[in-house]
C-alpha cells in the first residue's frame, strides 16, 4: 500500500484539480491535465459532470485520454456532436458552470497569457495562442486555472492578455462588457492553490501541498500573494485515484508521466 500511495507532482495537480469539479455540473476543458481532470471527476465523486470539448462534443463519457479536443474519443457516449460554434454559444449564454484551462504566465488577477513571450511585434517565443481559451475566461461562470509556477509564470504583468481575468480589478471584467459573478476561481499549481480575495481580486493562498511552505510559494512568484493567517493542507492522492490516473486515464503517461 505505502509503494501504492507514492505520486508525483502532476498526479498530485490532477486528483487536487478534479475534486473542484461537482457532480451534476458542466465543465469546459482545455488540452491536457484540465482533460486528465475532467475525467478523474467523473470516474469518481462525479459521474454526472457534463465535460463540453471545443470541437464540438457535449457530455461524453471519455474512455482513456484523448490527444486533443477534437480527437473522436472525446466524442464518446456524448449526448451531443455538436460544433464549435454551438459549445462557444453555449459558453457565452451561461451554461459553462465551469472553464478549465493551462496558463504559460499568469498575473496577481488571474489575466492569462499563451501567446507570446516578450513584446507581441517581436516575442521572444510565440505559444499556442487563445483557440477558445478567451471564451472560456470570458464566459464561464468560475475558472479553473492549472499551471506549473515559478517567477517566470507567475509575473507582475502578462506579456499579452489572451484570456482576462480581472483585468485591473474589481469593476473591470464589467466595464469591459463581460457578465457580472464570472472569473478566474482558483489557480492550482504544483505548491499550492490559491482563490482571490473578493475586495481586490488579488490571489490569495488558500492550501498548501504536501512538502509546499509559505516561503517556497513567495520565493516562486514573481507579485506578492495575499497570504491568511491560516492556510489549510490540500488534500492527497487515494489509492483509487492513482491506479485511476495510471491504469484507465492515462496508462501511456502522456500526462501524468511515469
Do not use: W
Request: aromatic content about 6%; some cysteine.
Amino acid at each position: 500500500m505505502a509503494d501504492e500511495l507514492k505520486y508525483n507532482g502532476t498526479e498530485l495537480l490532477a486528483t487536487v484539480a478534479s475534486r473542484m469539479l461537482e457532480d451534476n455540473k458542466s465543465v469546459f476543458v482545455g488540452t491536457g491535465l484540465p482533460v486528465v481532470a475532467g475525467m478523474l471527476a467523473q470516474k469518481t465523486h462525479a459521474p454526472g459532470l457534463l465535460i463540453f470539448f471545443e470541437a464540438g462534443s457535449i457530455g461524453p463519457i471519455v474512455p482513456q485520454l484523448p490527444i486533443s479536443v477534437g480527437d473522436s474519443r472525446t466524442f464518446y457516449k456524448a449526448v451531443a456532436a455538436s460544433s464549435m460554434h454551438d459549445l462557444m454559444s453555449m459558453c457565452q449564454s451561461g451554461y459553462a458552470d465551469y472553464g478549465f484551462l493551462g496558463a504559460a504566465q499568469l498575473d496577481a488577477r488571474g489575466n492569462i497569457n499563451t501567446t507570446v513571450i516578450g513584446d507581441h511585434a517581436h516575442p521572444k517565443s510565440r505559444l499556442p495562442g487563445s483557440g477558445g481559451a478567451n471564451d472560456v475566461g470570458s464566459f464561464a461562470n468560475r475558472l479553473l486555472i492549472i499551471m506549473r509556477q515559478s517567477r517566470r509564470s507567475f509575473v507582475e504583468k502578462v506579456d499579452f492578455v489572451t484570456t482576462p481575468g480581472y483585468l485591473s480589478g474589481p469593476g473591470a471584467r464589467e466595464k469591459a462588457g463581460l457578465a457580472a459573478g464570472g472569473g478566474p476561481y482558483r489557480v492550482i499549481t504544483q505548491y499550492a492553490v490559491y482563490d482571490f480575495e473578493e475586495e481586490t481580486k488579488r490571489m490569495r493562498l488558500r492550501s498548501l501541498h504536501p512538502g509546499a511552505t509559505v516561503e517556497i510559494v513567495r520565493e516562486n512568484s514573481g507579485f506578492d500573494i495575499i497570504v491568511p493567517d491560516k492556510v489549510a493542507a490540500s488534500p492527497t492522492p487515494t489509492a483509487q485515484e492513482l491506479r485511476l490516473l495510471r491504469e484507465v486515464i492515462d496508462p501511456r503517461g502522456i500526462v501524468i508521466g511515469k
